[in-house]
């Protein structure tokens, strides 16, 4: 099943939900706010976003630039850091098999109704 990770005050998580609801598409909503991932769901995550691993996170959030600023971008730092700092996983976030994509633009969202 399809799984959101979603942020209720992004206007971005907020649109994928729109597109959900009007495609009558069944999913598992996980709000990470409310319930922040373990740091194993972090690190499968990390190991199924088949792109750059700073994608998965707000590089340009205030908080990356004053702690986290010039640091390399590996699997275990991204980890680490969405471990420490979990305010900066970028959103939304689908989950789908082996599968984890960031749903930036929202459009992207299609590529799992193919499946």
Known sequence: ????????????SRKILEILDENAVEFELIDFVAEPLSPEEIQVLVRKHGEPYESLVRTQDPLFKERYEGMEFSAENVARLLEQSRELLQRPIAVSGGVAMVLRPSERLYYFFKK
């Open 1 to 12: 099943m399809l799984k959101i990770l979603h942020h209720p005050s992004c206007s971005k």
